[in-house]
């Protein structure tokens, strides 16, 4: 952006940070749908997988040298169907590349502000889709890896952490709720952009074309469309500012919440970093293990009495049968997704009145107890008890993910939380490895020793309890900082003094920004997200509804 001098000093560009300095009169109750709209977007990376079994057949005659074809094969052919083993790497590399840029840049968005940031995640998400419509459209595999993969990726990294500092320095009040309710978005990405992508192939589908491309450009443009919304209406608060009426809890009040900041450059010196960064793992990796085999984990410990035909293993049914409970199954994992979007704000709301430490002991001693008697409940044959275990256990995975910020700030302080999470979320990364790892290969294991139903998961099952364990040991060792890597009073004020909000303290001075009412700019940004997110509820809940009919 080009600048204009004024009075000896450069106007800002519009994304720079000081064009967001927030106005007197500014409702802070606008900035949770500006961080919703972007994790609303990006968190279609969680429904990626609509697009695979329609990829997987998108050629109509391949050879029969396909069925040998190498990974390297797979990247170039113009000849072959891509197998979704291949398709499935955009997954991971979602994850990977999200946990990397957060790290990588997260001291960036500290410097320039939340808009720059979200601005630069829109272009990444977005172009990265349109190339992967390009590599559908040509049938080359590597321009979906680079586009939706590693561009996409990028993307998301930016996207999941530009809203994290800022909601946290607007709602010093409520960490908890602020980071949840953006965080929830991010959740409810596959819940309202899965059914969206649907309808989409479905409109442009063909008997020759399952109308991916075209649905990647339609959903390019509107998650655009929504994204450049979100950054340009983040603002952030003037420094020192505080919500009217509100004063920071005394320094004896609670020894987990700290009265100063901890540096970037230092964070990762803590032992205190080390051990949230095993906390998020381990929690993490518990979750995502069960929610990427959550269909197949249904289909076989209930099998034929999903359908009301008592005792008929998973092996017996015919074609048709397992036609019927993989939609049964289906309808399972969007309710697992449904309480993981849910957990999201739950939890990170119940943590503002139970303190973070004690909201991750609950997460930990109840998983464990669920994960334990969840071998029991499939044994017994009851659904009901199995599946309602396993809607809890996933909406403190999601709690985890929205509670974590929260944390972080309270340990470091909020002057660098956003490129602390930005490195903490390297455990986010670790996890999308680790999880599936573990719940593929034992249950892998388990069935070449001749387990089957239920008893190919109960050794899987005990290793994620024991997992649960490791980040409980970790959550009790998280003790507050100590105060040799507190930044002195100084330092804090020059690092104030170097960005506009010191500035706008200086020229609005003490003033009401948020009187804590929704007028009717904050009605009408809450009910344009608030519709999306909606339609997606139902969406799911009327899926789900054959997981209990039987």
Same mark, same amino acid.
């Given at each position: ?24 009169? &500014? ?9 919703? !709209? /972007?994790?609303?977007?990006? %968190?279609? @990376?969680?429904?990626? =997988? ?120 607007? &709602? ?9 309710? !953006? /965080?929830?978005?991010?959740? %409810?990405? @596959?819940?309202?952009? =899965? ?131 993989? !939609? /049964? ?112 290969y034992i249950r892998q294991y388990q069935i070449s020793q001749g387990f089957a139903g239920a008893d190919a998961y109960t050794m899987t099952i005990y290793v994620l309890c024991g997992l649960l364990v490791?980040?409980? /040991? ?77």
């Amino acid at each position: 952006m080009s600048s204009v001098a004024t009075g000896g000093r450069a106007s800002p560009g519009l994304l720079d940070r000081e064009r967001t300095i927030a106005k007197p009169g &500014f409702n802070r109750w606008l900035v949770p749908p500006a961080a919703l !709209a /972007i994790h609303l977007c990006i %968190g279609m @990376a969680y429904g990626f =997988s609509v697009f695979w079994l329609p990829l997987s057949g998108a050629l109509q005659n391949t050879p029969a040298s396909c069925a040998d074809m190498s990974l390297a094969t797979a990247l170039v052919t113009t000849d072959c169907n891509w197998r979704i083993a291949d398709l499935g790497w955009i997954y991971t590399l979602f994850f990977v590349l999200l946990g990397c840029s957060a790290a990588i840049w997260g001291g960036w968005l500290e410097k320039v502000g939340p808009r720059k940031a979200g601005f630069v995640a829109a272009i990444c998400w977005c172009s990265g889709i349109a190339i992967a419509a390009i590599g559908v459209k040509t049938h080359q595999l590597w321009l979906m890896w680079l586009g939706a993969g590693v561009i996409g990726g990028i993307g998301l990294g930016l996207g999941y952490i530009s809203p994290v500092s800022t909601l946290i320095k607007w &709602f010093p009040d409520r960490r908890g709720m602020a980071t949840g309710m !953006a /965080i929830m978005g991010f959740g %409810g990405g @596959a819940m309202v952009g =899965s059914p969206l992508a649907s309808r989409l192939m479905a409109h442009f589908a063909t008997p020759v074309d399952p109308g991916v491309w075209q649905t990647f450009l339609c959903m390019a443009a509107i998650y655009a469309v929504f994204m450049m919304s979100g950054a340009f209406g983040y603002r952030v608060p003037p420094a020192g500012w505080r919500p009217e009426g509100w004063t920071p809890p005394a320094a004896t009040g609670n020894a987990m919440i700290t009265q100063g900041h901890v540096h970037l450059k230092n964070a990762h010196k803590t032992p205190q970093f080390w051990l949230l960064w095993l906390v998020l793992c381990m929690n993490v990796s518990a979750g995502i293990g069960i929610l990427g085999a959550a269909s197949p984990l249904l289909q076989e410990i209930f099998a034929g009495n999903l359908i009301g035909l008592p005792g008929v293993p998973f092996a017996e049914l015919n074609a048709e049968q397992k036609m019927q409970i993989a !939609a /049964i199954a289906a309808g399972f994992t969007s309710l697992l997704s449904l309480f993981n979007i849910a957990g999201r704000f739950f939890w990170a709301s119940a943590s503002d009145r139970f303190g973070r430490k004690n909201t991750y002991f609950i997460f930990f001693v109840l998983g464990i107890a669920l994960y334990a008697s969840a071998p029991t409940f499939a044994n017994w044959g009851n659904q009901v008890l199995f599946v309602g275990a396993f809607c809890v256990i996933l909406s403190m995975y999601g709690g985890g993910f929205s509670t974590i910020p929260a944390y972080l700030a309270d340990i470091f302080g909020t002057q660098f939380v956003g490129a602390i999470h930005g490195r903490i979320l390297t455990a986010w990364a670790t996890a999308g490895i680790l999880g599936p790892v573990v719940v593929n290969y034992i249950r892998q294991y388990q069935i070449s020793q001749g387990f089957a139903g239920a008893d190919a998961y109960t050794m899987t099952i005990y290793v994620l309890c024991g997992l649960l364990v490791v980040g409980l /040991i970790a959550n009790a060792l998280v003790r507050p900082v100590n105060p040799k890597w507190l930044m002195s009073q100084e330092e804090v004020a020059a690092l104030q003094a170097q960005s506009a909000g010191a500035a706008a303290k200086v020229e609005y001075g003490s003033y009401g920004i948020d009187k804590g009412r929704f007028d009717l700019p904050a009605l009408l940004a809450w009910t344009a997200i608030g519709i999306p997110v909606v339609y997606g509820c139902w969406f799911t809940l009327v899926k789900t509804a054959a997981l209990f009919a039987n």
